[in-house]
């Protein structure tokens, strides 16, 4: 397991776990029922416990795993395919994994990025109140571009155009009502 | 309407121009998106779905099945040229096909890829029109506890297909199924989980959450992704032509590799990845020359690809004839027909069965399709792979926002699909498999009612759900299932204690 992977395991962990705590404290006023006669909380709270035992069973086996190996990086690699010689020695869910591993073998979490995308969402939402979804849309898909690397015109095609064919498709042909802000 | 009149309305309904067009829409879309790297059917599909809502159901559920095909039939293009797989189902023809391409027989690889495809695919859904409706026969006698162990073991069986870890796999299940209580119980009308929130108490609807974990987080990956060159091969016609001795070796493989890929599309799990595995292995130790494989063997393409196909086909029986998905992408095929008020399962062929016939007919239609699309017309799709990615992410950002909204003309949603996108980002980075989530969320309110009709049904007596013969033996498989692992360490204890 490499570093990445045990952070960002942690964080799932310590999600799911406030997710569990969070269920249970919302469903402690709901009807649990009997066996013949199951009432809304009894999902609920089964669920509920479940999630938080097993988001704790997580962090506990992560916590066990970073003991036992100091040097996260030294610990053995997942079983990835890279030859016909390698797929004889994988089970199903190796299986399922090394393929998963195949697709996606990137190592790096892009904290900036995300952040800075997430603020294009944010911005999106705030300018489709204020000028509407066709503006905020061009706003936002220039910006996106941006972030992806696209530079100059290229940027300014993208925002008109992607603008232009979502109104013309979605609201004229579709007739999706898109919102149309305050300002307008 | 008799049965065969249904046939024939259903085949007359898919032979309309209109439905000919939307199937042929469908299956280039799927071709493309399995073509473009990152997004992948699942993504599309959910992308697409609110689109499909201005639809009539059969165009709409047409346009969905075509790109479901289309999906499986692109992924080889760039595990051929590229040396990525386009989905995870590709990974294994990448072995065989990138050294084939390297070898200067691009074309061929291509073309038996498309050929084996196409022969698996028409053999699935030959198999899938015969199997359904009779499957969806004997199922039509299924009560509530029936139902709640087939949706049980489903999920314990696919829990143990999809991730090393048993924890990681209930983990994500549990997810889901507690996302999909929020709002208001169906059954008693009481509001749970909303948090005192206006926005949730109608729940989370579940498109944004998979447009949010298959389309944003693609986005959010592709800030960092790199993508490489695709290998330039000459793929006009007469360069795709196979030699005998290709098809020769090719025809057991895609044979084989058909008929183990549907039986195993019949399982609980991510069964067009593991039955890629299976054939490829299958065909390995059958071959005269298993050297040749990982150096490019033709078979070692072959048979993936049927594999995949067949796997793609036969996940729709249990879709089809039960009303229950054993994966993701037949789960968003659930969603699909649920919005457009059709419920899959065994009452679909009595109450909608021009559409059910329809859906079946438009898939022999756009596998000749597909053929068509992926042989003469593979140097385009070859083109696709070299898409500047920067461009096509912003796109797929503003569709999925388009597509998030469109669902109930709301912001909230928006702010679901961005949330679920980081999620999804993250899920990654952890190798954590987001599957079992969506079919928790799925799955989720099925069980729950099943379970509670069940109890209603037993007056408390759970131990009835194995005094009836499906439920009980259903139910004793998922047992075995989720025991299995603690049983064999116990054998093992105990074989090492008496040669000890």
Known sequence: ?184 | MSGFEDILAGVASAFSIGNLLICLLGVALGTLVGVLPGLGPVGAISMLLPVTLMMEPTAGLILIAGIYFGGMYGGSTTSILVNIPGEASSVVTCIDGYKLAQKGRAGPALAIAALASFVAGTIGIILLTFLAPTLAGAAIRFGPPEYFAIVLVGLLVLSRMSDTSIVRSYLMISVGVVLSLIGIDQASGTLRLTFNSPHLIDGLDFIPIIMGLYGMSEVLNAMEASYKKPIKADLRLRNLMPTKEDIKRSTPAVMRGGFLGFLMGLIPGPSSIISTYAAYKMEKSLSKRPEEFGKGAIEGVAAPEAANNGASTGTLVPLLSLGVPFSPLPAILLSAFMIHGVTPGPLMMNEHPTLFWAVIASMYIGNVMLLVLNLPLVGMWAKVTHMSVNVLMPLVMMFCIIGAYSVNNNMFDVVVLMVFGVIGYMLRKAKMEPSPLILGIILGPILENTLNQSALMFQGNMLSFFTRPISGTLLAIGLLVTFWPLLRKAQRAIMGRKTA
């Open chain 1, 1 to 184: 397991m490499t570093p990445l992977v045990f952070r960002t395991r942690m964080i799932t962990g310590t999600l799911t776990l406030i997710l569990g705590l969070l269920t249970l404290w919302q469903s402690r006023g709901l009807p649990f029922g009997s066996i013949s006669n199951l009432r809304p909380g009894f999902f609920p709270i089964i669920f509920g416990s479940l999630l938080t035992l097993l988001s704790l069973i997580l962090l506990i086996s992560l916590f066990w795993e970073r003991f036992k190996n100091k040097n996260l990086e030294q610990t053995p690699p997942a079983k990835t395919v890279t030859s016909a010689e390698s797929i004889d020695n994988l089970n199903a869910a190796e299986a399922v994994k090394a393929a998963e591993e195949a697709e996606n073998d990137d190592d790096t979490f892009n904290l900036k990025g995300v952040a800075a995308m997430t603020g294009v969402f944010a911005l999106f939402v705030v300018l489709t109140y204020l000028l509407g979804y066709t503006l905020a849309s061009a706003v936002c898909v220039a910006a996106a571009g941006f972030l992806l690397g696209l530079r100059r015109w290229k940027i300014l095609w993208l925002g008109i155009g992607t603008a232009l064919v979502t109104w013309l498709v979605f609201e004229k042909w579709m007739g999706i009502p898109l919102p149309d802000g305050l300002w307008f």
